[in-house]
Structures are given as structure tokens and as C-alpha cells.
């Protein structure tokens, strides 16, 4: 028998869902996995569909990967909803609505997963009711298809706003340390004015104010060289 964990399916279960763990901060990094498992589910649920066709045929071998494939959808799918140790789950609005209400794309996906579970194990079984099963299955392929490519656009754009943000924040806080960097350098000009005036006695305050002035130096070079990155 093929064991697949139950997922949540009322609509309080829906209604009330929260990651089982501490959501991690978002990253690219996880951005890039998400996407992965996003991109995951599209190719193994073709695979499983396809393979599922074959084992019918009789193709040997075929089952097996019908079932190794449904075993990797489902499990990408779990880790994008509910999120584990490394990953958030449903971690913006826009996911939830394509998930749960209104669009109920996790649901779809569940049902999908429930009917590929039952029509393996007709196909194993050599049971009547397994053509039938095969082809509500495969009618299934192609709006199961739509669902996931819609979140998959989801999760690239969540990245892509996201990598936006980040970018904005950098260059928000070059300009703080732009500013900064220009008061200090008022602060170092002034400095050693009243070092020069103040002869003998302000010499040593003199060294001081130099090495703040090369220290905004290097510090405009390193705004500059951030700016600059942002911008390529």
C-alpha cells in the first residue's frame, strides 16, 4: 500500500492554518528553493500521470516511478504549505488566497493526490475500477497543471518583489551613511581648523581629525562601489 500523510482538509482547518514551526526569514536562498519545489511538482506530476499510463500498459517498471513520482509531488507540496525548519510555508496573502480561499489550489492539489494514491494501487491490484480511475486521472492532469503553474508565478514573483525590497533597503541605507559620511567630513574640516589655530597644543587633536577625514574617504568609496553595484 502507498502511505501519503493526510493534510488538513475543512475549511476551519483552512481557516485557522499555521506553520507547525518558527517561519525562517526569507531569503534568496529560500526564494531559489521554493521555486524549485514549485517547479518540482509541475515535472512529477506529469511524470506520475505519464508513468501511471504506462504501468496500465503493462511497461514494467513503470508503476514503481509512477509511485516514486507521486511520493515527490506530495512531499514538495507539504514542504511549501506548511514549511519546515528551512522553509516559511504560506508566508504572504497572495499564497494563501491561491491555497485556500478563494482559489483552494491546496485542495486541488490534495484531491490529485488522493485519486493518484487510489488509481496506483487499482493499476498493483489489477482492479476493474483502475481504467476508469487512469482516466479521471489523466482529465485531472491538465487543470492540476494550471493550479500549480499559477502558484509557481506566485512564488517568482514574490522573489522578484522581494529582491526589489532588499535592493531599496541598501541603497536606503548607502544614502544614510552617504549623509553620515558628509557630517563627519564638515566635523574633520572644522576640526582641523581649530587644530591649526590652536598651534603646538593641537597637534595631536590635528592627527585625530586627519584620520576621520580618511575614514569618510574610504567611507564614500565604499557608498559609491555599493551604488554602483545596485544600479548594473
Known sequence: MLQLEAAPGSRSAITTFKPAVKQPKLSGEIFATLINLAGRRRFTSQRLVLHAVLASLGHEGALQIAK???????????ALVQGNGDLPGVFCESLRAAYFEPAQGDKRIRDFISLAKRTLEAIDAEMRQAPALLEELVSM??????????????????????????????????TDIERIARQARM????AQIVAARAGLAGREFSVVAGELS????????LVQAALEGDRE
Open 68 to 78: 516514486d513520482a507521486l511520493k515527490l509531488f506530495h512531499e514538495a507540496h507539504l
Open 187 to 190: 566635523v574633520s574640516f572644522n
Open 214 to 221: 580618511n575614514i569618510t574617504g574610504e567611507l564614500d568609496e
Open 141 to 174: 492532469a491538465t487543470p492540476l497543471l494550471n493550479t500549480v503553474n499559477q502558484l509557481t508565478s506566485i512564488y517568482e514573483q514574490e522573489s522578484k518583489r522581494h529582491s526589489l525590497m532588499l535592493k531599496k533597503q541598501r541603497v536606503n541605507m548607502m
